[in-house]
């Protein structure tokens, strides 16, 4: 596999799975990439990245599709929040709530909304951040750290810190 276009560290023992064995679909477009990283049942890192656009985008229509993903955020209910992170890190079933408010930030070269929601999953009540960030050259990203509330009560301070690292290359 070749090196993904994006750097984030994970905590130290944890076993990487490049899923090339695995055919991931996300809003109906399968990604170019797409690396998960497990601590066990408990713990579980995503990131997939999708192929570049036919053109390139502005900096300006980067910047724009983040905003307004970030103005749907904060006007999106529990359920419709549940129902977006369902399918991506330890999965939820029915309501999310936001415990970390939504915001945008710089992550190397490109731009991105990040929060964090709690939410019942099929493995108990589950703690996530999600970071959804175009690169300038206007490929997706999708990277997501997501564990077990028990899990993120011991771990909290290396998981951030992994969440922290998350930055596009390329």
């Known amino acids: 596999m070749s090196r993904p276009p994006a750097e984030y560290g994970v905590p130290a023992g944890w076993e990487e799975d490049s899923q090339d064995n695995v055919t991931h679909v996300i809003d109906g477009e399968t990604p170019d990439q797409w690396v998960e990283h497990q601590s066990g049942r408990e713990a579980i890192v995503q990131w997939s990245v999708m192929s570049p656009p036919p053109s390139e985008p502005t900096e300006d ?94 771990h909290a301070t290396e998981l951030e810190a992994a969440a922290d690292s998350f930055r596009i290359t390329d």
């Open 61 to 154: 229509q980067v910047r724009g599709a983040i905003d307004a993903g970030l103005d749907g955020m904060r006007s999106a209910s529990p359920q419709d929040i549940g129902y977006l992170r369902e399918a991506t890190g330890m999965g939820c079933v029915g309501d999310a709530t936001v415990v970390d408010p939504p915001r945008t930030e710089e992550v190397g070269e490109g731009y991105a909304l990040r929060y964090a929601y709690t939410c019942a999953s099929p493995s108990g009540p589950a703690r996530s951040i999600t970071i959804t960030a175009y690169g300038w050259d206007g490929r997706k990203h999708s990277w997501t750290v997501s564990t077990t509330e028990d899990y993120w009560a011991e």
